[in-house]
């Protein structure tokens, strides 16, 4: 089965993750040979480049200048018909608005990889309402149960995303040599969030949580995500200034845009990412579990789905003194770490197994195949 993703490609978070696992785990389903078609160079390109993927760039695309939109459907154009694809899948709204009409016109099976909360409303969703596909995938049962709002009529399946465990050798040895780098004691507390820089992440409940925190010593914190856009910029700064303001500023470290999470969740004792919106699905938790760290999040979203009482703890969303009291608790209490950290990789494995959900997305994908020839 001759795939191919296309997305924008210009930023770097949840779905260029999934987009690389999939290129990194394909020997699991060798069924499938992927493609990526994408519009902009960037960390996503790069990064799949780096693991010799099918890499096709359309060109820079923007929705205020419609040529080139016009020249980036010319693009796919010509590699549909260069490459004979068996089954295309647009990651998101903007590709299924600007490309679906293309992969219609050539009568291809279209899937629709929904992950973000759809309501329907946001002009780029009424755009892509046009373009009807397939089978819609949802990231999560919470994104499924919205997809109606954009295509009550098409039929949709949750698949879990695929997230690989990161063997990065001796944790004791990663944890002195980060720790080292840092500037962080060894004996710290770390309470770590690797996530993008947006506001509903919660990076400022965090560092209002943990002002509640100063009187408790031996924590420090890290804050991973870098900048991509120029409102993530003014957000950081909000967040640098919040922390001085709070005055915890030299026990928080902003960490920015880094390719080594594995090794800085190996060095954490606990992953917090307080969400005050909700969470489609969450491949920072899951990272997290494989990593054994306790996780802390808000009661909403997909983190239901993913964190449970064997590894870590929800809390009600925007309470920061419900927050700050299981952050109190986890800090002081080692035994109560341990007994949360040995339950997250056998549940990062239930959720997001390589192999078995690779396979089911190929089985979603053969059956519709098997359905069009039928047609």
């Known amino acids: 089965m001759k795939l191919l993703h296309i997305y924008a490609g210009n930023l770097f978070g949840g779905i260029e993750t999934l987009l690389v696992t999939l290129e990194k785990e394909r020997n699991l389903c060798m069924q499938m040979q992927p493609h990526f ?3 902009f160079e960037g960390r996503l390109a790069n990064e799949l480049r780096s693991l010799d993927a099918n890499v096709h760039l359309l060109g820079n695309v ?3 200048r419609p040529w080139t939109i016009w020249k980036a459907r010319l693009q796919l154009q ?3 018909r260069r490459e004979q694809f068996d089954v295309v899948i647009c990651h998101s709204c903007w590709p299924q608005a600007i490309f679906g009409p293309v992969i219609r016109s050539n009568h291809l099976p279209l899937i629709f990889w929904c992950h973000d909360v759809p309501n329907g409303k946001h ?3 009424r755009w892509a309402k046009r373009v009807i596909p397939d089978l819609v995938i949802a990231n999560s049962l919470y994104t499924q149960a919205a997809v109606p709002k954009l295509y009550p009529k098409v039929n949709s399946n949750t698949l879990y995303l695929p997230v690989a465990y990161a063997d990065i050798g001796n944790d004791s040895s990663i944890r002195h040599a980060v720790r080292a780098e840092l500037n962080t004691p060894d004996d710290a507390i770390v309470i770590i969030q690797a996530s993008r820089l947006e506001r509903w992440k919660g990076q400022s409940m965090l560092l209002s949580t943990l002002a509640q925190l100063r009187d408790l010593s031996g924590w420090n914190c890290w804050i991973v995500g870098g900048v991509q856009r120029p409102h993530e910029a003014q957000y950081l700064q909000e967040l640098e200034v919040q922390a001085q303001q709070l005055g915890i500023d030299d ?3 902003f960490l920015g845009q880094r390719n080594d999470v594995p090794r800085l969740l190996a060095a954490a004792d606990i992953h917090c990412q307080p969400n005050t919106g909700a969470e489609p699905f969450g491949i920072a938790f899951v990272e997290a579990l494989y990593a054994g760290l306790p996780i802390v999040t808000t009661a909403i979203g997909g983190a239901v789905e993913i964190v449970d009482d064997s590894c870590g703890r929800l809390v009600a969303a925007n309470n920061i003194d419900a927050l700050s ?4 608790i986890l800090i002081s209490n080692p035994s109560e770490r341990v007994s949360l950290a040995s339950g997250g990789k056998a549940r990062a494995e239930y959720l997001c197994n390589p192999q078995r959900q690779i396979t089911q997305l190929y089985n979603l994908l053969s059956t ?3 359905a069009e ?3």
């Open 123 to 125: 002009p780029l969703e």
């Open 37 to 39: 078609a994408l519009c």
């Open 373 to 375: 020839v039928i047609v």
């Open 368 to 370: 519709l195949q098997k």
């Open 251 to 253: 026990r928080v470290l």
């Open 62 to 64: 923007r929705i205020s």
């Open 325 to 328: 009291q299981v952050l109190r």
């Open 78 to 80: 010509q590699l549909l």
